[in-house]
């Protein structure tokens, strides 16, 4: 009477309660990719556009099937996260990044007050860091897991120091910083060490506490000083009252500014400032015509301008994708290796090599001039050694 | 073991049982687990939300306390001359307000850092770590917003300890409202962690935990990928830091099952989880379940014996009656089941019994009558035999094969037989084709044909076929030989003379006609000769009849030799014979014939003179002497007269028809 249909039943029966009884899911599996963190200040008033430009390129080569890693085809995944605001923020951005969403590597943060930490923390995580701007030495110093592609602020003080002694042929500096900004602090430090090693050369260094709005008081020190040149490595929102207070204090020498310039041309086209010289990373008259027009191409499909930011930014992601290539592995700590191994990589902002034990780059600087509210490649200075 | 469930009753009954108290009790088992799981489930989200509860608001009470600390520490603080800002703007705080700073951090272990910072720039002017004096806090939140008012910084990785920090902080104001300073206080977060890990009400695996925003355990301490990836990918953690609240079930970062409580805490930036392992929320059910399907086997297992017993009470009147029943089937009519019972297995026995009895006599008739028939069949004179439509014999009496002389093994068919009795192929045809015909008509004929007996006789047979049930045929067949034989024997006494065996008169006359008939159709003659023997009278007088009857028979073999096979020598009474000679191409073809005769039948050496003593033989022809057998024959006799009167032993051929007289012959 047990026969087969009745055996079917009974066992569909038993089976179908075995499945209500252990409903059960497990876990996803993830698809492989080549997942990387992008920390850029996303709110206002000092909002980056950089990551505009680097989702475009990243989709451009998805389309084109990912990038080959270790023989396989790997999209890239770009996971961006605030890094605006405050210490605090920056932490928890970079914690999400590394914790939850498991990236290879992260590109930013672009200022070396955010930079500095993070890196103090990826170093901890082992996630190889590759800051687009960060240029203060400490980002980079006595850790293994931090890189830049920009010059560092050392290198950019010396070069700017070396640039006004010689080319210029000044001999009394001043410099104007923010003391509680690293970056602001670091590069006052390292141009007036520089400058004052020089023959003849003296440095005047006011600092100012963050969030002033007046530097009368400094300004006058420095007139009173009787200095050649202003050194302003400060930001943009503090450079235009500052330009401005300098000329009505009588200053008339030559201003004098590092990379922060480069980072919003607002206050180019203020009369005060025509004539200043500063110095960047990124000229696109120095750069390779091709590949320029390509990477405004994709910057001007999201309505960006390719400024310096985003032309190291782009440099970052391929310098990432170069290093994974190197090592066959997005592995965070073999990425690592591979980036520290890249030389003579020609990047849209010229070409970079990394040092054994530096995450600094071996890279050349080029020096502008604001003329006409414009700034126009002056000279290009070759890497000096450190 | 599918065989013998199948053939025994009595397993079939008992498995059926089994097999339908298993799913019974399968899902009685599941009923009750999932029953008993869901309230089961539903006490112990209350009781982990009760405890998550709890703890959020021991951390609430925990932070609010600091930070009363805090607002006491900066009061106090206020009052110390040296926090009025120096020469550069900033305070100088004395070994006072350091004593301060450190006696409070000795008593609180929580207290990570103390912090005393310059009202504008963020520079640190006392700390109780001596590394931080002299760096920045501007760009921290908790710097800008403690500038402000009491400030709590949601949890975040720090910087400088690399561990999940909580900072609150506030400003020091003098009593015009002045801001002289701001006080900072890192609070670790792992002695509240420990706290709210404590497992206190939620039995031997529920714990309470916190994770901040980037999934790092809080209480973890480290800042490590190991730490990391604990609790990392928990369902629980995924929903929580997307900033749902709520509960559900997940398996938990150490790959165990639990049911889980989460809720998020916007204000700290930290997610509180409450998680309790499913094997330990839902054991009760289990218990319960495996409880109800142990006592539900053991009933199963007692009642299946009873249904074996039963229905093996049951099934043997029904064993007792299909035993009886095959051997009814084997052939054993004598075979009868026992009455056990007064119930309807009971019935079901006598009615059997009953069934084979009846069963029993009719075969024993059936059987006396089948004999009866046999010994019909087989004694019957006639032949008897059962054809198929298709003419396949399927019985054949001893009647029909003594009728044809073959057996049934002989003549499989009517084909086969027709083949045997009949030479001729027409005949066989015949045969077959009536035959078939027959067996499609209702009531057919009988039908009568001579054959050839096995023995090589000829002989007749009379056959008529009935149908029968089915689509089969009875042939009926009788020997009519004998009949056929005395039948010739009674036509020739008809129509001889007994005496001498020749043609009487009345088939003289037919004779006669028929060679007329065929005269006038062909235009030939016909002679006949009237004989009269002379003296026939006086020699049956002297010597007797019977040397009369000598003289006849020894007359007629004479006259029969005297002619040809075709013609025909008659007696038509006492001594006057008659001769026809059919078919003449002319009449005087008949003298020499007649003077034949004559001189045959006279003979006086023979038989001493006592039996051929001549004769008269009058000759007349047609169409000469007349056309029709009437006047030819009165013809022919006035020429025998004639020659009587002439003295006997004379031919005389009958006169023309006109003139009435007869001819001489000589």
């Known amino acids: 009477m047990l026969d087969r249909s009745r055996y079917g039943v009974f066992l569909a029966l038993c089976a179908a309660l075995l499945l209500l009884l252990s409903a059960c899911s497990g876990p996803q599996g993830q698809s492989e990719e080549y997942r990387l963190g992008l920390m850029e200040p996303l709110s206002s008033p000092d909002r980056f556009t950089a990551y505009l430009v680097l989702q475009e390129r990243v989709d451009v080569l998805n389309r084109q099937g990912g990038v080959e890693v270790g023989g396989r085809k790997m999209k890239i995944r770009l996971l961006v996260e605030d890094s605006g605001g405050t210490t605090e923020k920056t932490m928890s951005a970079m914690g999400k990044l590394v914790q939850q969403e498991r990236v290879s590597g992260v590109i930013g943060p672009f200022y070396s007050r955010e930079a500095i930490p993070v890196a103090a923390a990826l170093e901890t995580l082992r996630v190889p860091m590759l800051t687009p701007s960060a240029t203060n030495p400490e980002v980079t110093r006595g850790r293994t897991f931090a890189f830049r592609v920009c010059q560092l602020d050392s290198d950019q003080g010396r070069a700017l120091a070396r640039y006004a002694h010689g080319e210029l042929g000044l001999r009394r500096a001043a410099v104007l910083y923010d003391e509680a900004d690293a970056y602001s602090s670091g590069l006052a430090g390292f141009f007036a060490e520089a400058f004052s090693t020089l023959p003849g050369g003296s440095v005047q260094k006011e600092p100012y506490p963050a969030g002033s ?174 | 073991m599918r065989w013998s469930v199948r053939k025994s009753l009595v397993a079939r009954l008992v498995s059926t049982y089994l097999v339908l108290s298993l799913v019974v009790i399968v899902c009685v088992g599941a009923a009750s687990w999932l029953v008993s799981r869901e309230l089961l489930k539903e006490a112990a989200f209350a009781r982990l939300e009760t405890s998550a509860r709890q703890k959020e608001t021991d951390l609430a009470l925990w932070v609010e306390e600091r930070l009363r600390d805090l607002n006491l520490m900066g009061t106090l603080l206020a009052k110390q001359p040296g926090i009025r800002a120096g020469a550069q703007g900033l305070p100088k705080p004395g070994a006072e307000t350091m004593a301060l700073l450190h006696a409070y951090k000795a008593s609180q272990q929580d207290a990570r850092e103390l912090l005393l910072l310059a009202p504008t720039g963020g520079r640190v002017v006392a700390s109780t770590e001596p590394a931080s004096v002299g760096s920045y806090r501007a760009s921290y939140n908790f710097y800008l917003q403690g500038r402000q008012g009491p400030a709590v910084q949601s949890v975040y990785p720090s910087p400088d300890s690399l561990t999940p920090v909580l900072t609150v902080s506030m400003p020091v104001k003098d009593e015009e409202g002045q801001l002289l300073a701001v006080i900072a206080m890192h609070l670790t977060l792992e002695p509240i962690a420990q706290i709210i890990r404590s497992r206190a009400g939620l039995g031997d695996t529920g714990e309470t935990y916190l994770v901040d925003s980037s999934s790092l355990l809080v209480a973890s301490g480290r800042l490590d990928m190991e730490s990391a990836q604990r609790k990392a990918h928990s369902e629980g953690v995924v929903q929580v830091l997307s900033g749902k609240s709520g509960r559900s079930l997940y398996v938990s970062d150490a790959g165990v099952r639990v049911l889980g409580v989460y809720r998020w805490m916007p204000a700290y930036q930290m997610a509180l989880l409450a998680e309790m392992s499913q094997a330990e929320a839902f054991a009760p059910a289990n218990r319960l379940a495996l409880t109800l399907v142990f006592v539900a086997l053991v009933a199963a297992v007692i009642l299946a014996a009873g249904v074996y017993a039963l229905s093996r009470r049951l099934a043997r009147p029904v064993l007792d009656v299909t035993r009886a029943a095959m051997a009814v089937a084997g052939g054993d009519l004598t075979a009868r089941a026992p009455v056990e019972t007064t119930d309807e297995l009971g019935n079901l026995a006598r009615a059997f ?153 009345q088939l003289f006359l037919d004779r006669l006609d028929q060679a007329l008939r065929r005269a006038k159709r062909g235009g030939v003659n016909v002679a006949i000769l009237y004989i009269d023997l002379d003296h026939f ?74 039996l051929f003593l001549g004769a008269s033989v009058g000759v007349a022809f047609s169409p000469e002497h007349g056309q029709d057998q009437d006047t030819l024959l009165a013809r022919a006799d006035a020429a025998m007269y004639e020659a009587k009167r002439g003295g006997g032993n004379a031919v005389r051929v009958a006169f023309p028809f006109r003139q009435g007289q007869p001819a001489e012959a000589d």
């Open chain 1, 213 to 386: 709005t007046s530097f009368l008081k400094q300004l006058m020190r420095i007139r009173a000083s009787g200095a050649q040149l202003l050194f302003l490595p400060n930001f943009p929102t503090d450079l235009a009252p500052q330009i401005q207070q300098a000329r009505a204090a009588g200053f008339t020498g030559v201003l004098l500014g590092g990379d922060s310039w480069d980072t919003d041309h607002g206050f180019h086209s203020l009369p005060e400032v025509q004539g200043a010289i500063y110095s960047t990373d990124f000229a696109p008259a120095a750069a390779d015509p091709a590949r320029l027009a390509e990477a405004q191409a994709m910057a001007a499909k999201n309505g960006a301008s390719l400024g310096k930011n985003a032309a190291l930014t782009l440099d970052a992601l391929d310098l990432f994708i170069a290093a994974a290539r190197k090592v066959g592995s997005t592995d965070p700590v073999s990425l690592r290796s591979g980036l520290a191994s890249l030389s003579g990589f020609e990047g849209l902002t010229g070409s970079i090599s990394f040092t054994p034990g530096s995450g600094d780059p071996v890279r050349s600087t080029c020096l502008m001039e604001i003329q006409g509210g414009k700034s126009a490649l002056r000279a290009r200075l070759n890497p000096e050694p450190r």
């Open chain 2, 353 to 505: 019994n009953a069934m084979t009895g009846e069963l029993s006599d009719l075969y024993e008739r059936l059987e006396l009558e089948g004999r009866e028939r046999g010994a019909i069949l087989h004694g019957s004179f006639d032949g008897i035999a059962v054809v198929g439509k298709s003419g396949a014999v399927d019985y054949c009496n001893p009647g029909m094969e003594r009728l044809f002389g073959c057996t049934l093994p002989d003549t499989p068919s009517l084909a086969v037989l027709a083949d045997r009795i009949f030479t001729d192929s027409e005949e066989r045809r015949s045969f077959i084709t009536t035959l078939q015909d027959d067996m499609t008509r209702d009531n057919p004929p009988e039908r009568v044909f001579a054959f050839q007996h096995k023995s090589g006789a000829r002989r007749w047979c009379r056959l008529k076929v009935s149908p029968m049930h089915g689509d089969r045929m009875v042939l009926n067949a009788q020997d009519l030989t004998e009949i056929k034989a005395s039948e010739e024997r009674v036509r020739h006494m008809a129509l001889h003379d007994h005496l001498t065996g020749l043609p009487n008169r």
């Open chain 2, 537 to 610: 009278k006086g020699l049956n007088d002297a010597y007797g009849h019977a040397h009369g009857d000598r003289v006849l028979v020894e007359t007629s073999l004479r006259l029969r030799a005297c002619v040809r096979e075709s013609d025909t020598v008659a007696r038509l009474g006492g001594d006057e014979f008659v001769i026809i000679l059919p078919d003449l191409v002319q009449v005087e073809d008949a003298l020499p014939v007649a003077e034949k005769v004559r001189h045959q039948l006279f003979d006086p050496d023979s038989g001493g003179g006592r």
